[in-house]
């Protein structure tokens, strides 16, 4: 079963998705720690952006950041 659940900024999930996002995009230059704090603003404004997360058979299984700006060099 997939579940699509939106993320807060008190998330446990966030800490999982910082650790996904340190390693899968090296120009962040930042700690898991600061990437779940970053994550945690995201998460909180939710009149402009949204932190989506997907469960599969309860298993956390991916995430989706929709915002108004992004790092142009991960995504080239």
């Known amino acids: 079963m997939i579940e699509i659940f939106k993320l807060s900024a008190a998330s446990p999930e966030l800490a999982i998705c910082a650790r996904w996002r340190v390693d899968a995009f090296g120009v962040l230059n930042v700690s ?8 945690q603003a995201l998460a909180a404004d939710d009149a402009r952006q949204v932190a989506l997360a997907a469960r599969v058979d309860g298993a956390l299984a991916g995430t989706c950041l929709m915002v108004t700006s992004e790092i142009a060099p991960v995504h080239q």
């Not at 898991?32 to 994550?39: F, I, K, Q, T, V």
């Open 32 to 39: 898991a720690d600061e990437e779940e704090r970053s994550l």
